[in-house]
């Protein structure tokens, strides 16, 4: 090895110790993106997942009182059937 060769090559080496410290960071940085995007995810899933199954519960119970009441005005008995209450 040569006296050129020897700060030529230190100076490769210190250029491929950044770029390795550089990936290491972008790697972390990327890592803590994806978790963050998809706790975001699964939190907008769970809002409306719990909205879609509060709205559909509205509404079957609503069926339910116009069914009650539709049997009422036939003069069945409000307790027949597996919707009576």
């Known amino acids: 090895m040569t006296m ?6 230190q100076a490769d080496r210190a250029l491929q110790d950044e770029r390795n410290r550089l990936r290491e960071r972008a790697l972390e ?3 803590a993106l994806r ?7 699964w939190r ?4 409306w997942l719990g909205e879609t199954v509060t709205g559909t ?3 079957a119970d609503r ?3 116009r069914l009650r009441q ?10 027949s059937g597996s919707l009576g209450r």
Request: hydrophobic share 40%.
């Open 29 to 31: 940085q990327a890592n």
């Open 44 to 47: 907008g899933t769970a809002s």
């Open 57 to 59: 519960r509205r509404s």
């Open 4 to 9: 050129n060769t020897l700060p030529s090559l």
């Open 70 to 79: 539709h049997a009422k005005l036939r003069g069945a008995p409000s307790g």
């Open 35 to 41: 978790d963050e995007a998809l706790s975001a995810f």
């Open 63 to 65: 069926l339910a009182a």
